[in-house]
T-cell receptor, first 112, second 113 residues
Framework: DGGITQSPKYLFRKEGQNVTLSCEQN?????MYWYRQDPGQGLRLIYY???????QKGDIAEGYSVSREKKESFPLTVTSAQKNPTAFYLC???????????FGPGTRLTVT | AQSVTQLDSQVPVFEEAPVELRCNYS??????LFWYVQYPNQGLQLLLK??????LVKGINGFEAEFNKSQTSFHLRKPSVHISDTAEYFC???????????FGTGTSLTVIP
């Protein structure tokens, strides 16, 4: 069963705790992306990676960190430095010879 | 940086009526254009894309869009909507590297029975 997996679907954390969101893909796509979605604001890019062991900051990287140790995996850590972490987080992938991005089902993070 | 404007945040339309969702972008250089659909609490699904060639592109679920370079627009249309088309629709623009994707703020389409 091919695709992009994000787990868990819903995640709850207390303020001050770091939390890691999982994104796994078996599409053999090279590039991977993390977006944050808030109501009425569309999607904003957090980080992206084109190859293993390399990643670039997006527009709102502060308070987040990522790693890309394997082509299939691109986990996102939301740190306690992120002031407003409650949001819907979407992972996406893209083969390098195309321009469209493919999205996972998302993880809804709630921090209280 | 690019900006993408979706002029209508909410569009209600009766079932079987036509609909147009508007999208304008700011760029004088070559870009690639996309429309995505999002159902509640799900990821985004690609509806259609414009890379080059014919300015009228057809997508899934009976949707189509027209690229207008002079007006920097990429409006999405469907001649007859169904209840199942109720969702959030996002217009997106990519630069020619493919790494910078800019999204509009979305249009919520509600189909009324």
């Amino acid at each position: 069963d091919g695709g992009i997996t994000q787990s868990p679907k819903y995640l709850f954390r207390k303020e001050g705790q770091n939390v890691t969101l999982s994104c796994e893909q078996n599409l053999n796509h090279d590039a991977m992306y993390w977006y944050r979605q808030d109501p009425g604001q569309g999607l904003r890019l957090i980080y992206y990676s084109q190859i293993v062991n390399d990643f670039q900051k997006g527009d709102i990287a502060e308070g987040y960190s990522v790693s890309r140790e394997k082509k299939e995996s691109f986990p996102l850590t939301v740190t306690s430095a992120q002031k407003n972490p409650t949001a819907f987080y979407l992972c996406a992938t893209r083969p390098l010879n195309t321009y469209e991005q493919y999205f996972g089902p998302g993880t809804r993070l709630t921090v209280t | 940086a690019q900006s993408v404007t979706q002029l209508d945040s909410q569009v209600p339309v009766f079932e079987e009526a036509p609909v147009e969702l508007r999208c304008n972008y700011s760029s004088s250089v070559s870009v690639y254009l996309f429309w995505y659909v999002q159902y509640p609490n799900q990821g985004l699904q690609l509806l259609l894309k414009y890379l080059s060639g014919s300015t009228l592109v057809k997508g899934i679920n009976g949707f189509e869009a027209e690229f207008n370079k002079s007006q920097t627009s990429f409006h999405l249309r469907k001649p007859s909507v169904h209840i199942s088309d109720t969702a959030e629709y996002f217009c997106a623009v990519s630069d020619t590297t493919g790494n910078q994707f800019y999204f509009g703020t979305g249009t919520s389409l509600t189909v009324i029975p």
